[in-house]
Nanobody, 125 residues
Framework: VQLVESGGGLVQPGGSLRLSCSASGSILNIDTMAWYRQAPGKQRELVASITSGGSPRYTDSVKGRFTISRDNAKNTTDLLMDSLKPEDTAVYYC????????????????????WGQGTQVNVSS
């Protein structure tokens, strides 16, 4: 399973960005798709997650500003970030968990905790 993120960049405070993540491979199902972020000198934190059924969860600091979505048919997830603040500056990582992958024939395997390479988001005037 490979994850490719896109959409990071530099934006002024109050602006918006949309991050996208695409998962590839012989994927049959993805249970949870999520976005994490890591700011310099800080631990990686969960920003938002969404189940295959479409139930989203957000960390308190982004509630009302960020929206996570997914397309199960395309194995993609987006993070729409509005009203961005300087404290949102970080490297954002896409994560997928409990991914059912076809190995060939009737064999399948469930992979856990796969990460993208990260995309930088800078919020600055």
């Amino acid at each position: 399973v490979q994850l490719v993120e896109s959409g990071g960049g530099l934006v002024q405070p109050g602006g918006s960005l949309r991050l996208s993540c695409s998962a590839s491979g012989s994927i049959l199902n993805i249970d949870t798709m999520a976005w994490y972020r890591q700011a310099p000198g800080k631990q990686r934190e969960l920003v938002a997650s969404i189940t295959s059924g479409g139930s989203p969860r957000y960390t308190d600091s982004v509630k009302g500003r960020f929206t996570i979505s997914r397309d199960n048919a395309k194995n993609t997830t987006d993070l729409l970030m509005d009203s961005l603040k300087p404290e949102d500056t970080a490297v954002y990582y896409c994560n997928v968990d409990r991914v059912v992958v076809a190995l060939g024939g009737s064999r399948i395997v469930t992979l856990v905790d796969r990460w993208g390479q990260g995309t930088q988001v800078n919020v600055s005037s």
